[in-house]
């Protein structure tokens, strides 16, 4: 049993708990105070043209791709900003107690950092509506001793974040098991946690069961030995203290967005594709991106640049069709690393389609061409998911799934949509109907959301998600 905590970190962290009340009471020279005119926070933000919000680097929250920046936090946090028509500015923090202190000194209007609704924060803090629930995991590394319940820990080293829900959680536990012991960690956030746990240095860890979701797959040997905790709403977080025109406009911005199907695109957009966690499928594909990914990587960049693509994309796509091996054969008679049919090669003036260089080459030109066919009303990330869905089930279909998803109530125009109306084109009720006729539409719902996880992952692998930077955007 792991008895000593870092005395330094912890009573760091309480005192400053203690006094952030009063700090919040006693705002000073901050954003939070009302120019001479007496215009309202919300008055002075579009006044200003600024809206200024903290958040922390992790997957369920902001990090950066190829595209810039991204993450649930700040899709939300841009639409917000956006209602309000003022410029967004970005403060990504080093650590939880970062945030609060930029909160309590008013030098951010508000966190959106996937931040808990606790009892301890409710006294300093006010939260917006929630926009999703989580529960706090207690993780170990297969293969090692699996606890079944909190004091089962043994010896075992539990490292938490500091100042963070999860601790407020473990001191309540710690009150009916009070040999439970942990530290805190002010340095690490709960992705290198879980890193840790992963290569074995640490035994245990908590997380929010999203993080957790959004990113098992970087860390295929972490398994959930139980929840810590019920179901605990996550939101925006304000100082409690003064003006409340902001927070109120932020309270209406989450009431439309729930109203209106926008929250549910913003997490769609990062959970949807990610299905129960798969081990070893995961820890297969880690391999080949080691393994067998390197002979091809060349061929996938150059295509890639050719028809503007993401090569990681490219890739994604050929891992499903193939797993990477040219030799691939379907018992449908397709082939070769992009596994292309035999009219489409042709249509592609492909000679030889195991020959890889070929095989990707006319992939890239056949999924480049299929995603400016589609039409103008199609935007964002979704032009490259119908793309994918086209690729697999023909252009034709697709628009046939279009069509239910429009006469069904849902928009033609969001691939949230249209990939739940796919598996209808299998019913004939409803492919009579349609112009193509029968699809085995739900197989090409299941590969684009495959290649989506693949693509993530590949992402992270090869080093265009930057998530760890700090300071400001
Ligand atoms: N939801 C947690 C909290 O509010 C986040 C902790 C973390 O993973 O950093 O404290």
Redesign the pocket.
């Known amino acids: 049993m792991v008895l000593a905590r870092p005395a330094d970190k912890s009573t760091m962290i309480r005192s400053f708990l203690k006094h952030l009340p009063s700090a919040l009471i006693f705002l000073a020279a901050s954003l939070y105070t009302t120019p001479a005119e007496k215009l309202t926070l919300l008055e002075s933000v579009r006044q200003n043209n600024r809206l200024v919000v903290v958040t ?1 680097s ?1 997957a ?1 929250t902001y990090y950066r791709d190829a595209t810039g920046p991204a993450g649930p936090e700040f899709d939300l946090a841009r639409r917000f900003a956006e209602r309000l028509d003022v410029d967004l500015k970005i403060i990504v923090a080093s ?2 107690k970062q945030i609060f202190s930029l909160l309590a000194r008013g030098e951010a209007h508000f966190a959106a ?6 009892a301890d ?1 409710y006294r300093w803090l006010r939260f917006t509506p929630p926009y999703q629930y ?1 529960v ?1 995991q207690l993780v170990y590394r297969q293969g090692t001793h699996r606890p079944r319940n909190i004091s089962d820990l043994g010896d075992g080293k539990l490292l938490v ?1 500091a ?6 959680r473990l001191r309540q536990l710690q009150k009916s098991h009070p040999r439970l012991t942990w530290e805190e960690s002010l340095k690490f ?3 290198e ?1 879980l890193k840790k746990v992963e290569t074995g240095e640490i035994d245990y860890t ?3 069961s999203n ?1 957790l979701r959004l990113t098992h797959r970087f860390y295929p040997h972490v398994r959930v030995a139980f929840d810590i905790s019920e179901f ?1 709403p ?1 939101s925006w977080a304000f100082p409690v203290e003064g003006d409340d025109s902001l927070y109120q406009e932020a309270v209406g911005f989450f009431v439309d967005i729930y109203n209106n199907g926008i929250l549910e695109q913003i997490l769609e957009r990062y959970y949807g594709h990610i299905g129960e966690f798969d081990y070893v499928a995961t820890t297969t594909f880690i391999t080949h991106i080691r393994q067998r990914l390197p002979r091809y990587r060349h061929l996938f960049e150059r295509a890639a640049k050719e028809f503007d693509i993401d090569w990681r994309l490219l890739a994604a796509v050929s891992y499903q069709e193939s797993h990477w091996n040219p030799k691939a054969v379907s018992p449908t008679g397709v082939r070769g690393i992009m596994m292309l049919t035999r009219i489409t090669a042709k249509q592609l003036g492909i000679r030889k389609r195991t020959n890889p260089e070929q095989s990707i080459h006319g992939g890239a030109r056949y999924l480049s061409h299929l995603k400016q066919r589609l039409p103008t009303e199609i935007s964002g990330p979704d032009r490259n998911w119908f793309a994918l869905a086209a690729y697999n089930i023909g252009y034709g279909h697709l628009m046939d799934a279009r069509e239910i998803t429009r006469k069904t109530g849902g928009n033609p125009n969001l691939w949230m949509d249209v990939k739940k109306k796919l598996p209808l084109l299998r019913d004939k009720k409803w492919y009579r109907k349609t112009v193509y006729g029968y699809a085995r539409g739900d197989e090409a719902a299941f590969y684009v959301e495959n290649i989506r996880n693949y693509y993530q992952i590949l992402q992270k692998e090869t080093g265009s998600i930057l998530g760890m930077a700090t300071g400001v955007e």
């Open positions: 922390r992790a369920s650590d939880l950092a996937g931040l808990t609704q606790t924060r989580v706090q974040v100042g963070s829900s999860h601790i407020e956030g709960s992705n946690l908590v997380v929010d993080e605990q996550i």
